[in-house]
Structure formats: C-alpha cells, structure tokens
C-alpha cells in the first residue's frame, strides 16, 4: 500500500537495530531495543504508544540529546535546508522577556544573517502560522494555542529538514487542538518539511500522519508501521479513520509479533 504522499525512496532517517538503555544502582533499565525505522524526505510519520515506551527517548536520540547503547542512526543531508532539525515540545518555552517576534527570531541569532534579515525570516513564519498581527505582543497576552503557533514558527523559521514534535498539542483543549492539527497538516503541505510527531492520540495521529508507527512492550519495540492510505482533505469521525484507529490500538496492546519478511517498516 503506497503512501498519500510523494516522497523519495531515499530515507532521510535510517534507524537500525536502535537499543538505549541506562544503569542505576547497579540495575539496568532497557527503554527501547531492536528498533528499525526509515523516514522519507517529506513524509509525515506519527510515533504513538503508551507512556513509558520511549516515544520521547527516540526524538531525543536523534537530538543527540540521549546516546544508544545499540544500533545506528544516520540523517541523509538536505541541501534545501539550514539545519537538520528543529524540535518543538509539550510546552511552547517562550521567553518571557522577549515579545512574540523576537522569540521566533531567537534561533537565528547565531547564524551569520544581519538583524534585517533574522526578522524578516521571524515575521515569514509568524505569518505561515497564522500570526502575523502578533508580533509585537508578548507571551503572557497569548492564549495556550497561539503560544504553540509561536513555539512552532520559531522551529520553522531556522529552516530545518525534519521537524520533530513531541506531543505539542496534548495540553491544550479538544477545539484548539483540533485547529493546530489542520494548520499543521496545512504547513507540511506548504513547506514539503519532513514531520516526525509523537502523541499518545491515536486518533490525532491516523488524522494527520501519512504513517503511524505503533510502539509497545517494556523495552519499547516498533510493534506496526501502517500507511494511513485516506486522501485528503480528511473528515474527522470518518469510518475508515476509525477503523484504522482500532488497529493501530490492537497493534500496541498485542504482545509482541515473531517479525517476518513481510513486516516491513
């Protein structure tokens, strides 16, 4: 089954064999083993599974924020972009002492662009999330939908190849989550970006994801890898959506699968 999308067969994220485990007191914990995934350029793929599993853990390997014991990571470079990637968290984390624009144009200071040109860049993605006429505004007069909106532009603004979002809309109310959800949908398809998006919604990831990669078990291990083959625009409650909803749930709560030629991710 092919993907909605377009995108190149060359993986711009090849994962295999990841493993990541610490030791504390003398005991070691395993978080995740035995993970295999490619990401191809463009693609939207969603990572979902219950707490704990290592949804979180994956993003912040391919940060370099956290170091497998196990297998390997390469990112394929994208000469289209500034930085290979950008991530963007639960919590917006504006700085409160700078007004909207300014927090957009924070990841651009170390770069070599002239000021002139850092916030023209800020204003570009403040525009692209619907946001322009806030520039001048500073956080604490922004609801907690607008703050993501912020946080979101400011990742884009730094022009990265993969995008990667750790439940950035968990918190927020069912309408204001539902709206980002379309923005989103909407940027990718703007800006062709390379999403990676966890979440705990598995309605949320059938929804928007061209992919929904289901985790499970203690070590977290990929136990699916379904294409969402839906056209869009999609229409929320669809059957077809639900029904691919069930699956992906079945496919965290089974025990784990004998892997097999035809599980392919």
């Known amino acids: 089954m092919e993907a909605v999308t377009s995108c190149p067969l060359t993986p711009i994220i090849h994962i295999s064999g990841l493993g990541l485990a610490f030791e504390q007191n003398g005991q070691r914990t395993d978080v995740l083993r035995g993970l295999d995934l490619d990401v191809r350029t463009g693609e939207f793929v969603a990572i979902v599974g219950a707490s704990g599993v290592g949804k979180s853990t994956l993003l912040r390997v391919l940060m370099n924020l956290a170091k497998p014991t196990a297998g390997t990571v390469e990112i394929a470079p994208d000469p289209g972009a500034e930085r290979p990637m950008a991530m963007m968290f639960q919590d917006a984390r504006l700085l409160p002492w700078r007004r909207v624009l300014a927090n957009v144009a924070f990841g ?37 939908g607008q703050r993501q909106r912020v ?28 709206n980002l959800q379309d923005e989103l949908v909407r940027i990718r398809e703007e800006t062709g970006r390379t999403i990676l998006f966890v979440t705990h919604d598995i309605d949320e990831a059938v929804y928007m994801a061209d992919r929904v990669v289901a985790l499970g078990g203690k070590p977290g291990e990929v136990r699916s890898a379904r294409v969402i083959d839906v056209a869009r625009p999609r229409r929320r409650g669809s059957i077809m959506l639900a029904e691919i909803a069930q699956e992906v749930k079945a496919d965290i709560n089974a025990e784990a699968r004998a892997r097999s030629v035809d599980f392919v991710i």
């Open 108 to 144: 651009l200071e170390k770069t070599s662009a002239p000021k002139a040109e850092r916030l023209a860049r800020a204003r570009d993605a403040l525009k692209l999330v619907g946001l322009a006429e806030m520039a001048d505004r500073w956080p604490y007069q922004l609801s907690g």
């Open 151 to 178: 946080a979101l532009a400011r990742a884009l603004a730094v022009r990265p190849a993969i995008l990667l979002m750790d439940e950035p809309f968990s918190a927020l109310d069912v309408s204001t989550r539902e």
